[in-house]
């Protein structure tokens, strides 16, 4: 069973995760441009019960676009996030791709609000593409 672990920059909040992804998708929506500090956002979800989590973390709770709350988890050293959850899927726990440190990882099979998208970034050819 393949077992990854993501981290935040300094080490001290780590996610390990055991088995594939349930979805690996891109977001375009503006909340998660300003929370990435870059042009998408990039997660894996996977099943709660498939993820060990250690170390200390703050929460900081939005309502996304849909409604439904979000809790990200982010290091109180360092600021980086590392987990979150939607209060919509409370089986899950979506991570940041980027906290895995692994080009290797999966691409995304999903890239939603794709209306918010700047012009350049490119998007898997086999995306699903929703607005």
């Known amino acids: 069973m393949t077992e990854r672990t993501a981290s935040c920059s300094c080490g001290k909040l780590t996610i390990t995760t055991r088995g594939e992804p349930i979805r690996i998708s ?38 996304a676009d849909s409604g439904n709350k979000i809790r990200f988890n982010f290091c109180p050293a360092c600021g980086s996030t590392v987990y979150y959850q939607l209060d919509a899927l409370p089986d899950a726990i979506a991570v940041p791709i980027g906290a895995f440190a692994d080009p290797t990882f999966p691409s995304p099979k999903v890239s939603i609000y794709e209306a918010r998208r ?8 086999d995306a699903e593409h929703l607005d």
């Open 26 to 63: 891109i977001c375009h929506c503006l909340d998660c441009q300003r929370r990435t500090g870059s042009v998408f956002g990039a997660q894996a979800r996977f099943p709660k019960d498939a993820v060990q989590i250690a170390g200390d973390s703050t929460c900081y709770v939005r309502t």
């Open 118 to 125: 700047h012009a350049w970034a490119g998007v898997p050819e």
